[in-house]
């Protein structure tokens, strides 16, 4: 029978964990990245039930608990602030923000703060407490969690896109301009308007090509009839000049 199994030599060298004997009531502290491990993965267990008081125990007002507000002064200067961004700006830009890091987001604020624009991040509950009750209420529905805005002056939209575009993270989604809320697209073709001043200019071109196409036109039919009489004149004095000269001639043939 015992040829039957096969059988293993005994190895000359055993390999050991540890030269020394292992110490069970004062074992060697785990490196910094395995403590670590075990730390993160220790269960936490919460007090026992039969140690806790009655009062705890109840669930029935813990819904009406949550539903309780804390007054926050500071809430209430932020709100304040908001609404006099909105009542002191004609322009107002609602940006979504994707992931972006600090580093980058940095240029894109000085930049606007250059060109006397000033960017704002504001969270849902800031708005909404600004905002209630005013002509500025709709804008709640764009508000999900903290938002930015911008706040500036309608002329400098066209700077806005153009300082928009080095930092893609920051999608337009519309604006109020003017106390009109306008959409993206909207806002686009806005920036692309030309200047007061330029508008006025062109304003004053039209205004005068059509005046003096008005007086160019009142003053055709006048000088048609003017041109006409001149030629009249000249038709009726070209025939007296003919007929004097054959009633000379007339006169001098019963004299001779």
Same mark, same amino acid.
């Given at each position: 029978?015992?040829?039957?199994? !096969?059988?293993?030599?005994?190895?000359?060298? /055993?390999?050991?964990?540890?030269?020394?004997? &292992?110490?069970?009531?004062?074992?060697?502290? %785990?490196?910094?990245? =395995?403590?670590?491990?075990?730390?993160?993965?220790?269960? @936490? @267990?919460?007090?026992?039930?039969?140690?806790?008081?009655? &009062?705890?125990?109840?669930?029935?007002?813990?819904?009406?608990?949550?539903? &309780?507000?804390? $007054?926050?002064?500071?809430?209430?200067?932020?709100?304040?602030?908001?609404?006099?961004?909105?009542? +002191?700006?004609?322009?107002?830009?609602?940006?979504?923000?994707? *992931?972006?890091?600090?580093?980058?987001?940095?240029?894109?604020?000085?930049?606007?703060?250059?060109?006397?624009?000033? !960017?704002? +991040?504001?969270?849902?509950?800031?708005?909404?407490?600004?905002?209630?009750?005013?002509?500025?209420?709709?804008?709640?529905?764009?508000? +999900?969690?903290?938002?930015?805005?911008? @706040?500036?002056? %309608?002329?400098? *939209?066209?700077?806005? @896109?153009?300082?928009?575009?080095?930092?893609?993270?920051?999608?337009?989604?519309?604006? /109020? &301009?003017? $106390?009109?809320?306008?959409?993206?697209?909207?806002?686009?073709?806005?920036?692309?308007? %030309?200047?007061?001043?330029?508008?006025?200019?062109?304003?004053?071109?039209?205004?005068?090509?059509?005046?003096?196409? /008005?007086?160019?036109?009142?003053?055709?039919?006048?000088?048609? !009839?003017?041109?006409?009489?001149?030629?009249?004149?000249? /038709?009726?004095?070209?025939? =007296?000049? $003919?007929?004097?000269?054959?009633?000379?001639?007339?006169?001098?043939?019963?004299?001779?």
């Amino acid at each position: 029978m015992a040829k039957a199994f !096969l059988q293993t030599s005994t190895p000359f060298l /055993i390999a050991k964990r540890f030269r020394g004997k &292992i110490n069970i009531q004062k074992p060697r502290k %785990p490196h910094f990245e =395995k403590q670590l491990l075990l730390d993160l993965s220790k269960p @936490f @267990f919460g007090p026992r039930k039969n140690t806790l008081p009655e &009062i705890s125990l109840c669930e029935k007002g813990k819904k009406e608990w949550a539903k &309780i507000e804390i $007054d926050n002064p500071f809430e209430r200067i932020l709100a304040r602030e908001c609404l006099e961004w909105f009542n +002191t700006s004609k322009m107002v830009v609602f940006i979504h923000v994707n *992931s972006i890091s600090m580093e980058e987001k940095t240029p894109v604020y000085a930049a606007l703060k250059k060109n006397n624009m000033h !960017l704002r +991040t504001y969270g849902k509950k800031i708005v909404k407490m600004a905002t209630t009750g005013t002509r500025y209420e709709a804008v709640n529905h764009l508000f +999900t969690s903290h938002q930015n805005v911008i @706040f500036g002056q %309608p002329e400098n *939209s066209a700077k806005m @896109f153009n300082i928009l575009k080095k930092a893609p993270q920051l999608i337009v989604m519309g604006g /109020i &301009i003017q $106390d009109k809320l306008l959409s993206k697209n909207e806002l686009v073709e806005f920036s692309k308007l %030309p200047n007061l001043e330029v508008a006025r200019s062109q304003l004053c071109s039209i205004l005068q090509s059509a005046g003096s196409s /008005i007086v160019g036109q009142l003053n055709q039919s006048q000088q048609m !009839l003017v041109g006409h009489l001149e030629k009249h004149v000249e /038709i009726q004095n070209s025939s =007296k000049a $003919d007929s004097s000269p054959s009633q000379d001639n007339a006169e001098d043939s019963p004299a001779s």
